[in-house]
Protein backbone atom coordinates (compact mmCIF):
# COMPACT_ATOMS: atom_id res chain seq x y z
CA UNK A 1 0.00 0.00 0.00
CA UNK A 2 2.02 3.56 -1.32
CA UNK A 3 1.83 6.05 1.66
CA UNK A 4 0.53 9.63 0.25
CA UNK A 5 3.80 10.76 -0.29
CA UNK A 6 4.55 7.61 -2.54
CA UNK A 7 1.12 8.89 -4.38
CA UNK A 8 2.01 12.77 -5.06
CA UNK A 9 5.64 11.30 -6.08
CA UNK A 10 4.29 8.90 -9.01
CA UNK A 11 1.49 11.58 -10.07
CA UNK A 12 4.27 14.21 -9.95
CA UNK A 13 6.81 11.42 -12.24
CA UNK A 14 3.66 10.92 -14.27
CA UNK A 15 2.71 14.94 -14.84
CA UNK A 16 6.79 15.54 -15.55
CA UNK A 17 6.67 12.84 -18.28
CA UNK A 18 2.91 13.94 -20.15
CA UNK A 19 4.74 17.74 -20.32
CA UNK A 20 8.02 16.05 -21.71
CA UNK A 21 6.34 14.15 -24.44
CA UNK A 22 4.21 17.14 -25.11
CA UNK A 23 7.61 19.84 -25.52
CA UNK A 24 9.29 17.02 -27.50
CA UNK A 25 5.99 17.05 -30.15
CA UNK A 26 6.12 20.85 -30.16
CA UNK A 27 10.13 21.27 -30.46
CA UNK A 28 9.79 18.45 -33.35
CA UNK A 29 7.35 20.70 -34.69
CA UNK A 30 8.86 24.09 -34.67
CA UNK A 31 12.01 22.37 -36.42
CA UNK A 32 14.06 22.37 -33.07
CA UNK A 33 17.25 19.84 -34.39
CA UNK A 34 20.46 18.04 -32.84
CA UNK A 35 21.01 20.88 -30.33
CA UNK A 36 17.68 20.04 -28.43
CA UNK A 37 16.06 16.88 -29.16
CA UNK A 38 18.66 14.56 -28.28
CA UNK A 39 18.35 16.27 -24.55
CA UNK A 40 14.64 16.06 -25.00
CA UNK A 41 14.33 12.25 -25.99
CA UNK A 42 17.28 12.06 -23.12
CA UNK A 43 15.15 13.01 -20.73
CA UNK A 44 12.17 11.25 -21.79
CA UNK A 45 14.20 8.00 -21.86
CA UNK A 46 15.06 8.76 -17.87
CA UNK A 47 11.71 10.09 -16.62
CA UNK A 48 9.93 6.86 -18.17
CA UNK A 49 12.60 4.47 -16.40
CA UNK A 50 12.07 6.31 -13.30
CA UNK A 51 7.97 5.86 -13.41
CA UNK A 52 8.69 2.42 -14.18
CA UNK A 53 11.00 1.86 -11.33
CA UNK A 54 8.61 3.62 -8.79
CA UNK A 55 5.54 1.49 -10.11
CA UNK A 56 7.52 -1.59 -10.13
CA UNK A 57 7.65 -2.48 -13.51
CA UNK A 58 11.86 -2.61 -13.76
Known sequence: ???PDEEAANEAV????????R???LCERAGYG????P????ALS??????D???GRN
Not at 14 to 21: I, S, Y
Not at 39 to 42: C, E, I, K
Not at 46 to 51: F, K, N, P, R
Open 23 to 25: ARE
Open 53 to 55: TVL
Open 46 to 51: ETQYAL
Open 39 to 42: SLDA
Open 14 to 21: RTALQALQ
Open 34 to 37: SLVM
Open 1 to 3: MST
